[in-house]
């Protein structure tokens, strides 16, 4: 089963069908499918969660947090009542907020559905026989059949077998899937981002099936990278057989295990299966099934040429059409590896009116400024110079504050901007300073320790008020929740655990947190 998330969409497809029709011959196959080997987060229920007259909230969650439902109209299905109720939530989330529903009419036709006629009479006749005394209820189930009959999906009679009609559903949800995420021009509130994947599709060369590209996104830190490489990874997995996206590279890599960690994380997703083995150890006949599929491979803040070398080797290693996106600080790592410098794109601060957009919609929630707060936000946008995370960090930090709060702060940009030696650390910091001494502490035991935990974890640690911190830091941009995992990026990271690091800068044991465990080692072997 799929897990949840924290955000408004807590699953990309919701399936709904009869259990007893097609659970074991049709719909098992198509979840495998979508969930397992195209790894789209899938809800199909089990019978557990069917008790009783009403929708149980674990259903009625999962449908309002789908993208797109899947209904599944076979030969039985009217006779049950939790599909029809589910399907009158379905419809009307269509009607809310916009969901997407694909009809598969397995052994039915969709004439049938919509008149409630042929084979597809006799369950809704027992059902209407069963609740004859609420005739407004089976008028609704009517209704909403008619209705949702009436959308294009798919008909199991015109595939010559079930693994064809599968297939054409996955393809189907793929294609509505990347519609839905390039129609959003927001990524992480990113403005401008259709604009920057237009310009890197040529990079890509798609039409190219016949050989493996490497494309590098260079840039510095908060500039976008990230979000631009997540847009791309996004719009393009469904037309590869494999995919992998890894995150903070650099990072890991300098963690036990490292580079082979990844190695093996990397290969186990492409293929869809768990692999012990990495390196030079990786049979032949592994070797030849990555070369023989086509793999779409997303390496994410790398900051040494060794770590492509580790990772990806030679581009001979993956199939034809595969493509591999690198992004980093440093363009000289690209250029070590041999990447083309037609295939490097620079990624450049925001131009002063998305960058002005982009502001409002941390610092008030729109994306125009009240008249009062113009010269101020025009001020702050100048002192960001185009950086992205600079700008959500400071706009959230400024939401619902009052006038005199801009002014301080613009006299602290003002203050850094003059200084010699000034970094986006330094208007970073702005934010943090801005915390309580306990909101302060939780965002550097995020950084040194928690990035990456499950948040229920995070606060079953802390205290009685560890969640409403937690909530502080998400609005003030300065960590995220995905998919109830915490989230901190990259660059706010650097910035907490180097203000741990300037607490002391010699005697390490004198530092309020350790998380390098060469720096552990030593404390403990000296301090004993």
Not at 84 to 94: Q, S
Not at 333 to 339: H, I, N, P, S, Y
Request: net charge negative; glycine share 6%; with cysteine.
């Amino acid at each position: 089963m799929a897990s949840s998330s924290s955000s408004s969409c807590i699953y990309e497809v919701f399936l709904n069908f009869r259990g007893e029709d097609t659970r074991r011959i049709f719909t098992c196959h198509l979840y495998d499918d979508l969930y397992d080997k195209k790894k789209i987060k899938t809800f199909m229920d089990d019978e557990k969660l069917r008790r009783g007259d009403e929708i149980s909230d674990a259903l009625l969650n999962a449908i309002q947090g789908s993208k797109i439902s899947v209904v599944i109209f076979s030969t039985d299905y009217a006779s049950s009542k939790w599909c029809l109720n589910e399907l009158v939530k379905i419809l009307e989330c269509k009607h809310t907020n916009g969901q997407i529903i694909i009809p598969v009419f397995y052994g039915v036709s969709p004439s049938d559905v919509r008149h409630q006629t042929g084979i597809f009479k006799h369950g809704f006749d027992q059902l209407e026989q069963q609740f004859k005394d609420k005739p407004e209820m089976v008028q609704k189930w009517r209704d909403t059949l008619t209705e949702t009959s009436q959308i294009a999906g798919h008909e199991s009679t015109k595939f010559s077998n079930d693994a064809q009609l599968v297939n054409k559903i996955v393809e189907d949800v793929l294609k509505k899937l990347e519609k839905i995420t390039v129609s959003t021009d927001s990524s992480n509130g990113l403005v401008g981002l259709n604009s920057r994947i237009e310009q890197i599709k040529p990079f890509l060369c798609m039409d190219l099936s016949d050989t493996v590209q490497i494309v590098g996104i260079w840039g510095m830190g908060g500039i976008g990278k990230t979000t631009l490489a997540e847009a791309i990874f996004d719009q393009f997995s469904g037309e590869f057989d494999g995919k992998y996206f890894a995150k903070n590279v650099w990072r890991k890599s300098e963690t036990e295990g490292g580079l082979e960690d990844l190695q093996k994380e990397m290969l186990s997703t492409i293929l869809s299966e768990k692999l012990e083995v990495a390196g030079p150890n990786i049979p032949l006949f592994t070797k030849g099934r990555v070369r023989r599929m086509k793999a779409l491979i997303v390496l994410d803040d790398v900051n040494k040429d060794e770590q492509l070398e580790g990772l990806i080797g030679g581009l001979d290693q993956y199939g034809p059409g595969s493509r591999i996106v690198v992004t980093t600080r440093d363009k000289r790592v690209l250029e070590k590896f041999g990447v083309e410098k037609e295939k490097i794109y620079r990624v450049n601060g925001l131009k002063f009116d998305e960058a002005f957009e982009h502001f409002c919609n941390f610092a008030v929630k729109e994306n125009h400024c009240p008249e009062d707060l113009y010269q101020h936000s025009w001020r702050v946008v100048w002192y960001a110079n185009g950086n992205p995370l600079v700008l959500k960090v400071l706009g959230s930090s400024l939401y619902l504050k009052r006038k005199s709060h801009w002014e301080n702060v613009l006299d602290d940009l003002n203050r850094i901007c003059e200084s010699d030696i000034h970094g986006i650390y330094d208007i970073l910091k702005i934010s943090f300073n801005e915390l309580t001494r306990k909101e302060k502490s939780m965002f550097l035991d995020i950084a040194c320790f928690l990035e990456g935990e499950d948040k229920d974890f995070v606060t079953r640690i802390l205290d009685d008020s560890g969640s409403h911190r937690l909530d502080v830091l998400v609005d003030k941009s300065l960590i995220t929740v995905s998919y109830s995992r915490l989230q901190m990026h990259d660059l706010l990271q650097e910035m907490g655990r180097e203000i741990v690091r300037q607490e002391s800068e010699e005697e390490l044991g004198r530092r309020s947190r350790l998380w390098d465990p060469k720096e552990i080692r030593h404390v403990l072997k000296h301090n004993m």
